[in-house]
């Protein structure tokens, strides 16, 4: 494998563009998109979609349906989502690519994090700058460049952009597994680490809630005849927590207990949330069983529990196709002079759900930073270009066979399928 003359082109328009393509990216961390912050996203998407129509396909504004939420009082309630874009491009090709992002961030529209500056070090430091504005425009200016490709025919592409992923994706999760089964392999623009290091094996993923129901009544006059939700919420969570350690690479967070009611009320309605990791799917088969244990034997009389939530999120282990695929990037790194190495990590995206319906994929081909989810989150801007490059190499080398994608995904075929559940959150 070695760059070619019409390959070199490419990657040079791409470095002469350096400044648009990061300058482009902080104007859209001035958007506040939230995953809840509606008005937000709307203007996000329309921005996007305008990017979108550049390329030389057909464009779609996705409708996805509300997703599930239990409310604090335990009530389920729905959430709604703007439309996901989804560009498709020459579908007939024999090489197909899928390639995904979000444009929705974790911070909320009265969230005190709303402007990017430039650190001392050079970072940008700013709101959904990694995770992924900046992936976004990384992945757009691969594909606008490998436009100007002589072999851009052998290979067609759909591009997903959805509102929900920080959350779940539950609203673009069917998306997500539709176009997954039409690829041959994935790309998905996750921030990498600092210093490129992209993610191997991912673990799933599951968010749960615990409804518990007991008997209001005044806590002084009337205390015998309540049934204290908090209390039993507070047994149910030191049970969850319990089951850490008992199998190997199966946690479990509680991250919070909601409800309540005033000082001289006993408490009667609770909801226990939690998250649970897990390496495999018989891991997340044994903490489903040991959930539905926990949840059988109220913690006393009178107390009922409703579980909610489910894993949307399965293993995404590194068997042979992405240990194929995974090679296929890094030697285009080296190509490049961009060492690519990978890492086990706990965290999951995109790249579950597809590799869920058979599509193998890297997800964290976005630019180099960390802090991710924080308002230290940072970006390092000399990577845009490198990651574009990368990216534009890999669907040049996709074009030439130079990456055996149908090759890649045959290795998928003949692994597992996973089963992804219509949950809540």
Known sequence: M?????????????????????????????????????????KQKLILAEFLDDLPGRLEHRALQASPEVADDGALRHQPHTDALLMTVRPDAPVQVVLTGHYDTVFPAESVFQKLVVREDGALNGPGIADMKGGISVMLAALEEFERHPLRERVGYRVLLSPDEEIGSLGSGAVLAEIGRLGHVGLTYEPALSDGTLAGAR???????????GKAAHA??????GRNAIAAAAELACRLHALNGVREGVTVNVAKISGGAPLNVVADNAVVRFNVRVPDAEGAAWIDRAIDEVCAVAPFEGISIH??????????????????????????????????GWKPSGGVCEG????AVGLPNVDTLGVRGGDIHSEAEYAWPQSFVERAQLSALILMKLASGEIDA???????DAGPRVALAEETE
């Open 352 to 355: 579950n759900n597809l590799y």
């Open 307 to 340: 579980r909610h939530g489910g894993f949307t999120r399965p293993a995404k282990p590194f068997d042979a196709s992405q240990q194929a695929l995974f090679g296929a990037v890094k030697a285009v790194g080296d190509l490049l002079g961009q060492p690519i």
């Open 2 to 42: 070695r760059i070619l003359p019409e390959d070199r082109l490419v990657l040079d328009a791409l470095k002469a563009r350096e400044a648009q393509i990061v300058g482009r990216a902080v104007d859209w961390c001035a958007i506040n998109s939230g995953s809840r912050h509606i008005a937000g996203l709307e």
């Open 406 to 412: 149908a090759g890649i995904r045959a290795l998928r």
């Open 203 to 213: 673990k799933g993923s599951g968010n749960f809630h615990l409804v518990v129901k």
């Open 220 to 225: 002084g006059r009337d205390f015998a005849l």
